[in-house]
């Protein structure tokens, strides 16, 4: 059963720091583009990151790039997503998603929620004081 299950949010205050995991079963991500979408109550989907398979390239929505950054382990089948200086609008609902792409991330991608194959539950990330 393939699945990719997402970790590590919670409530934290603005300023500070998480770091979100998501863990793959039942496949290889070895093959697999990552990437971290997050829906706020209200809004529609929006993509955060995203990373190629091998990790060579990344990329980030403007909203977060020198704050977030993505990485990936493949030897450990997980992506991990650090959050720095967090703001109240970075509060969603986080998600990573796996594409089956080899090579240089495509533009749009990382952006687009309809080019993913698989996806995760989610995990909440609150950021208040």
């Known amino acids: 059963q393939l699945q990719l299950v997402e970790s590590g949010g919670g409530l934290v205050q603005p300023g500070g720091s998480l770091r979100l995991s998501c863990a793959a079963s039942g496949f290889t991500l070895d093959y697999y583009a990552i990437g971290w979408f997050r829906q706020a109550p209200g809004k529609e989907r929006e993509g955060v990151s995203c990373?190629?398979?091998?990790?060579?390239?990344?990329k980030y929505a403007d909203s977060v790039k020198g704050r977030f950054t993505i990485s990936r382990d493949n030897a450990k089948n997980t992506v991990y997503l650090q959050m720095n200086s967090l703001k109240p609008e970075d509060t969603a609902v986080y998600y990573c998603?796996?594409?089956?792409?080899?090579?240089?991330?495509?533009?749009?991608?990382?952006?687009?929620?309809?080019?993913?194959?698989?996806w995760g539950q989610g995990t909440q990330v609150t950021v208040s004081s």
């Open positions: 990373i190629s398979n091998s990790g060579g390239s990344t």
């Open positions: 998603a796996a594409g089956r792409h080899i090579g240089t991330l495509v533009q749009g991608m990382c952006d687009s929620p309809e080019w993913w194959d698989y």
